[in-house]
């Protein structure tokens, strides 16, 4: 058996992935990961809004 035959983890996080076998470590950067994505949603959520009031604004005028 060589490397190439173990399992590899996936690249990222997995929701619904088992956390038994990560270790604290692992933990903690999956946690930070998972809050730098939520972010990146919001202020994605946040400039959508943005452009639709814009769009509203402008029509009802």
């Not at 060589?2 to 088992?18: M, R, T, Y």
């Not at 400039?47 to 509203?56: F, Y």
């Amino acid at each position: 058996m060589s490397f190439e035959d173990l399992p590899k983890k996936p690249a990222g996080v997995v929701i619904g992935e088992n956390l038994d076998l990560l270790s604290v470590s692992e933990l903690e950067q999956r946690v930070q990961a998972l809050e730098s994505e939520i972010a990146r949603v919001k202020a994605a959520i946040a400039s959508k809004q943005a452009s639709k009031s814009a769009a509203d604004a402008f029509f009802r005028s």
